[in-house]
């Protein structure tokens, strides 16, 4: 069975940094495109990062130079790390796989909740 | 990169049928077949349930179903379900970065 499971989250003051992981299991992860998506309280959803399954990599314009997409392809997983957290950070954050480059994502996690706040 | 533009809130009987526009530019929707709807109930991850603009993966119910004109997509839901009742995202493939998502509809079965 396809499975994605955030970890990570936690509370952190402004300024400060963060490590999320996704764990994969049932596909690999290197052979897709993986992408994060976050959602902050009450609000819709914001596409965050992407890694190509090639290794290259995107980023929303908000996050772009403090936020950093990569993967452990022995251990099939995911990671993004967070720098310079703001409190418009603060959401759930989901990493979610690609059906083919870009066109949909068709397996989410359950996500993991990031507070920015002093 | 603009979010797209979605309706707030929809709203309908059981058994009707409901239409949700997802408005962008030809940066995103208007240029790419890559527009994709996803449902989210309260607390959980979101669901695919349209990709590609008309295509349904698997296990998605026939009574979901997708179109574009334009710069503008659409999600109907047909013979509508208590069920049915979540927010609903659509979302495209944006030549500027990766993907960007609509502004979110809340669906509501009367």
């Known amino acids: 069975e396809l499975q994605l499971v955030e970890s990570g989250g936690g509370l952190v003051q402004p300024g400060g940094s963060l490590r999320l992981s996704c764990a994969a299991s049932g596909f690999t992860v290197r052979s897709n495109y993986m992408s994060w998506v976050r959602q902050a309280p009450g609000k819709g959803l914001e596409w965050v990062s992407v890694?190509?399954?090639?290794?290259?990599?995107n980023y929303a314009e908000s996050v772009k130079g403090r936020f950093t997409i990569s993967r452990d392809n022995s251990k099939n997983m995911l990671y993004l790390q967070l720098n310079s957290l703001r409190a418009e950070d603060t959401a759930i954050y989901y990493c979610a796989r690609d059906r083919w480059r870009l066109t949909g994502l068709d397996y989410w996690g359950q996500g993991t909740l990031v507070t920015v706040s002093s | 990169q603009s979010a797209l533009t979605q309706p707030a809130s929809v709203s309908g009987s059981p058994g009707q049928s409901i239409t949700i526009s997802c408005t962008g530019t030809?940066?995103?929707?208007?240029?790419?077949?890559?527009v994709s709807w996803y449902q989210q109930h309260p607390g959980k991850a979101p669901k695919l349930m349209i990709y590609d603009v008309y295509n349904r993966p698997s296990g998605v119910s026939g009574r979901f179903s997708g179109s574009k004109s334009g710069n503008t997509a659409s999600l109907t839901i047909s013979g509508l379900q208590a069920e049915d009742e979540a927010d609903y995202y659509c979302s495209s493939y944006t030549s500027s970065t990766g993907y960007v998502f609509g502004t979110g509809t809340k669906v509501t079965v009367l």
């Open positions: 030809s940066s995103d929707v208007g240029g790419y077949d890559y």
């Open positions: 890694i190509h399954s090639g290794g290259g990599t």
